[in-house]
């Protein structure tokens, strides 16, 4: 009896002991949740600084079909493929007039715009804008089938076809005939038509002999009528009129003066980037004519790539350009002084980086 005994308690005490280091082992089991624990945030901090964005300045930025806009198209480019300082909206618009209102009301920050029209809108906005630079120099010419006339005394006892009349095409040819002892119905004709294209298919067809037009349609006729050549390149007679006229500043960018004094490092970036365009398109015409057309700035690529060493695409800051702006200003202004918005522009219109 008393060995049984002896024998439960020994069992209540083993149950008992085996019991009571249960708990000891338990820390083993609950290791893993170490790593859980400081693993997670590290991954999470990882993530959120990967998948952040860095953000660009926009910019709106407008410009014109033809010279005035093809020196953008490699910019246009580079902005697609999300390389670029600045991220760019543009838009690309057939006649001048689309973007006076745009202009006006601050809905564009940077345009790319004839020169005289740059002055017209800095009367217009009220000193709201200022020119950036000159991105176009000329662009006219003479064209001629045969081989008549080889300058602008030539132009005497003949009759050449013309386009844009009441605008800088007219102002520039009058000067010039004026500067070479021509007057206009006396000893030269003019007779101008409404379209380019009009006038650039009258050419090629040979119902026109003499005409002055710009490019790219110098080059669309050229290419339609190889008989066709360029007579007279109006940028040369126009620098070898004057010793004060060193160049023809046709195309202009200006900027939204609030938004240039907001941002002078987006204006600084704009205008390296731009120059860099210019450059590639100058110094690449075959691959800038692709994007010329794809981005709608001239309809084929084959034309832009003829026309553009004929373009005189470049890029001079305002202050540089300041010189031949106001000859040139002070020329357009004494035939039509609307062609300017009646005054020339005081010296806070060019832009001071």
């Known amino acids: 009896m008393k060995k049984q005994l002896l024998a439960a308690i020994l069992c209540v005490m083993l149950v008992l002991a085996v019991g009571c280091t249960k708990p000891a082992a338990e820390p083993a089991v609950e290791a893993p949740a170490e790593e859980t624990t400081v693993e997670a945030p590290a991954a999470d901090v990882e993530s959120d600084a990967t998948e952040t964005p860095v953000e660009k300045e926009v910019v709106r930025v407008a410009a014109l079909k033809g010279p005035t806009g093809m020196g953008m198209s490699y910019l246009m480019e ?66 001629e089938n045969g081989d008549t006339v080889h300058s602008i005394t030539d132009l005497k006892d003949k009759i050449v076809g013309a386009t844009g009349k009441g605008a800088t095409p007219e102002y ?22 409404m379209e380019h294209a009009e006038l650039a298919s009258m050419v090629a067809a040979g119902d026109v002999k003499i ?8 080059t669309t006729v050229m290419m339609g009528n190889p008989d066709v050549r360029i007579a007279i390149d109006l940028n040369e007679a126009w620098v070898d009129s004057s010793e004060a006229l060193r160049s023809l500043p046709m195309g202009a960018v200006v900027v939204n003066k609030a938004y240039a004094q907001a941002h002078p490092e987006v204006i600084e970036a704009f205008m390296s980037e731009y120059k860099i365009s210019v450059d590639y398109v100058n110094n690449n015409p075959e691959e800038a004519g692709a994007l010329i057309e794809k981005y709608g700035i001239i309809p084929k690529a084959a034309i832009a790539t003829k026309a553009i ?30 062609a300017i918005g009646g005054q020339i522009p005081t010296d806070d219109f060019f832009y001071q980086e």
């Open 211 to 218: 005409a002055l037009l710009p490019q790219p349609y110098v």
């Open 172 to 193: 520039v040819l009058n000067y010039l005939l004026a500067e070479n002892d021509l007057v206009l119905d006396e000893n030269v004709q003019v007779d101008y038509m």
């Open 309 to 338: 060493p004929n373009c005189s695409m470049t890029l001079i800051p305002a202050q540089e350009a300041k010189s031949d702006i106001l000859a040139f200003y002070e020329v357009l202004k004494s035939f039509n002084p609307q």
């Open 78 to 143: 580079e902005d697609s493929l999300e390389t670029t300082a600045v991220d760019y909206e543009f838009e690309i618009v057939g006649a001048p007039d689309q973007l006076v209102g745009q202009i006006a009301k601050g809905e564009v920050d940077i345009a790319a715009v004839p020169t005289n029209l740059a002055a017209v809108l800095d009367v217009k906005t009220e000193g709201k804008i200022q020119l950036l630079g000159i991105n176009t120099l000329g662009v006219l010419y003479v064209v």
